[in-house]
């Protein structure tokens, strides 16, 4: 390998290993997280339907869909969303704005540390990658 291949690889191994740093939020962040999720929990729960939908099965699931939920607006169910990192941080910073006709009163999660706190918490609080049992 030539040096400056290797210094290529090296430079993305880096890259590679920052970005699992990131991807694994410490237990700090994780905390901060559920605090915040105390004000989403005047209207929502992870595990069943409020004046909110629930959360769990999140990320991954397109807007619009949780089961059982029917008070969606048109703009969610029509928004073509996928929740993940980056919608969420774009919705969550100020809903009424990044989804026009939203029935999301909530003025939204202005800081951006905060919010990334909150959406670590809610990936991991979600269940990644198993759905909401349907509602009874
Ligand atoms: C005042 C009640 C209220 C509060 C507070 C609230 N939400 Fe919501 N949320 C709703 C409603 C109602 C909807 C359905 C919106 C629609 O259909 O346009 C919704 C939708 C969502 C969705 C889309 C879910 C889906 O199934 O597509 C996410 C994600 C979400 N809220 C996250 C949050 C988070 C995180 C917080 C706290 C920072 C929060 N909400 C605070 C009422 C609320």
């Known amino acids: 390998m030539k040096p400056r291949c290797l210094v290529v690889a090296l430079g993305l191994a880096g890259g590679l290993l920052a970005a699992d740093a990131r991807a694994a939020p410490d237990a700090a962040s994780l905390a901060r997280g559920e605090q915040i999720y105390a004000r989403c929990a005047a209207c929502h729960a992870i595990e069943g339907n409020r004046t909110g939908p629930q959360h ?9 869909t949780a089961p059982g939920y029917s008070a969606y607006s048109k703009a969610m169910r029509e928004s073509q ?43 991991v609080a979600s269940h990644l990658g198993e759905a909401c049992k349907p509602a009874p």
């Open 56 to 64: 769990c099965g999140l990320f991954g699931r397109r807007a619009g």
């Open 81 to 123: 969303w996928v929740w993940d990192e980056k919608s969420l941080h774009v919705f969550l910073k100020d809903p009424m704005t990044a989804l026009p006709g939203t029935s999301m009163g909530y003025a939204g999660v202005k800081d951006a540390a905060e919010r990334s706190d909150l959406i670590a918490w809610l990936k």
